[in-house]
């Protein structure tokens, strides 16, 4: 399977559906992160059967044939901290495989690690290009919806990490978006909305004697000395085929220092771009805070802060920003669902050094730890059933970029039974 694709969605327990059972409607994305934030989806399956590419929103954002949405974290460095995969429904283990090798960098007949799982009535989900080593379940398993499987890697056919979804229903693959491609009914009790216009998933300055062969493959600074080049780089989602980046530079004084543009295409059967620049300031340059905006075709979609010092001794390193938190949950009840905690606070300029964030999740039930995770991904999730009736369930989130801590946040609820309004404790 090709790498190109991300995605992450959230938990809303109800169902409005009459056709289809709910015991086979997704309510989260099996993979930790947020979407449109450190995922977005990029390949979906390829709803035309004929030798046409169609996807679900009648765009071409897949390729012939492909059979599973690709989802995948922002690079290697998110991959070796780990992104959770999990169980996307109630089901038994059927197949798996592990011991492969997890970091491919092109395509090519290699086998990958996986897990495969049955959830009845002829439906499979399968999920592919696991990291070596993570499989955590065995055939045999009987698994709850939001139990961790595995983690993201790059195994098989594979050329960056990315995890294979597949939707299986008797022996045929599923798009399970509904849209303007795809005439089947949606397998989500609630289809998160496809958001339009270009979208930067991440964004990163970067040394710039550093040789970028890859997506994140770089020493990633948000300080520089004064007078010297800077550099940096982007993931975006939903791009034209060809645009124009505008980036302007801003002074501390709000004053424009310089702009610089470039058009770029990519290839037509993916939504994902990323790209690097450099530019060098002059003696002109002051020392303090800085700005960048980026557009793309004259839409402003990053402002981003660097600085310029005077002195080497400046360049120090600073703690990821704060957080902010929620459980989502639209409707229903945490007891009858796997709860997902995730992080609301933008993901672009979590760490004023850009340093790849990690966070580590800590769950508990009625004061007792019953899940810790440090995870590259804005999200996480508790396997369903853990959480009865009238229980305190907290989550602690502590984000890091491996040498600082920042400061945590914490998020709880109870869950009462019948109550018109559950109770909120602490933040969302």
């Known amino acids: 399977m090709r790498f190109y694709s991300v995605v992450t969605m959230f938990l809303i327990c109800a169902s409005a559906h009459a056709a289809v059972p709910q015991s086979k409607l997704l309510r989260f994305f099996p993979q930790s992160g947020v979407l449109w934030q450190d995922l977005a989806p990029i390949n979906w399956v390829d709803v035309d059967s004929s030798s046409g590419v169609r996807d679900w929103n ?3 954002y897949t390729y012939n044939g492909h059979d599973a949405v690709d989802m995948a974290p922002l690079g290697f460095a998110e991959m070796d901290i780990g992104v959770p995969v999990f169980a996307a429904l109630d089901g038994i283990v059927i197949d798996t495989h592990d011991g492969e090798y997890d970091r491919n960098t092109t395509l090519g007949a290699r086998p990958a690690n996986y897990v495969v799982i049955a ?8 999920y592919y290009h696991l990291r070596k080593g993570s499989v955590a379940v065995k055939a045999g398993d009987a698994v709850p919806e939001g139990r961790q499987i595995g983690l993201v890697g790059s195994s098989g056919n594979s050329n960056f990490p990315h995890l294979d979804f597949a939707y299986i229903e008797n022996d045929k693959a599923l798009e399970t978006f509904h849209g303007a491609g795809n005439a089947l009914e949606s397998r989500w009790v609630s289809q998160p909305a496809m958001p339009t216009g270009p979208i930067i998933t991440d964004f990163a300055f970067f040394d710039p004697t550093d ?14 000395l004064k007078n010297t080049m800077i550099a940096w780089m982007y993931h975006g989602v939903n791009f034209p085929r060809s645009y124009t980046a505008h980036f302007t530079f801003i002074r501390p004084d709000g004053t424009t220092a310089a702009t610089y543009s470039d058009t770029a295409t990519f290839d037509p059967l993916n939504s994902y771009t990323w790209d690097a620049w450099d530019y060098t ?49 639209a409707t229903g009840s945490i ?7 995730a992080i609301t606070s933008p993901h672009l300029c979590d760490d004023y050094d850009y340093g790849t964030v990690r966070y580590t999740y800590l769950w508990k039930i009625n004061g007792k730890t019953v899940r810790t995770v440090i995870s590259a991904g804005m999200s996480d999730v508790l396997p369903k059933g ?43």
Not at 389 to 413: F, H
């Open 211 to 224: 040789n970028v062969i890859l997506p994140n493959d770089f020493r990633r600074t948000g300080t520089f």
């Open 386 to 428: 853990l959480v009865k009736y009238n229980d305190k369930l907290e989550c602690v989130i502590t984000p890091s970029d491996g040498v600082m801590d920042g400061a945590p946040t914490t998020i709880s609820r109870i869950e009462k039974k019948n109550a018109a309004e559950p109770g909120w404790l602490g933040a969302r």
């Open 58 to 60: 009648g765009t071409q």
């Open 119 to 126: 959830h009845g009535d002829g439906l499979y989900t399968r």
């Open 335 to 341: 007891a009858t669902c796997a709860p997902v905690c």
């Open 281 to 329: 300031f002059f003696d002109a340059t002051p020392v303090g805070t800085w700005k960048i905006q980026m557009r793309v075709d004259g839409v402003l979609v990053l402002e981003a802060p660097f600085a310029f010092v005077s002195n080497q001794v400046y360049i120090v390193n600073r703690p990821p920003r704060a957080i902010t938190a929620e459980f989502r949950l």
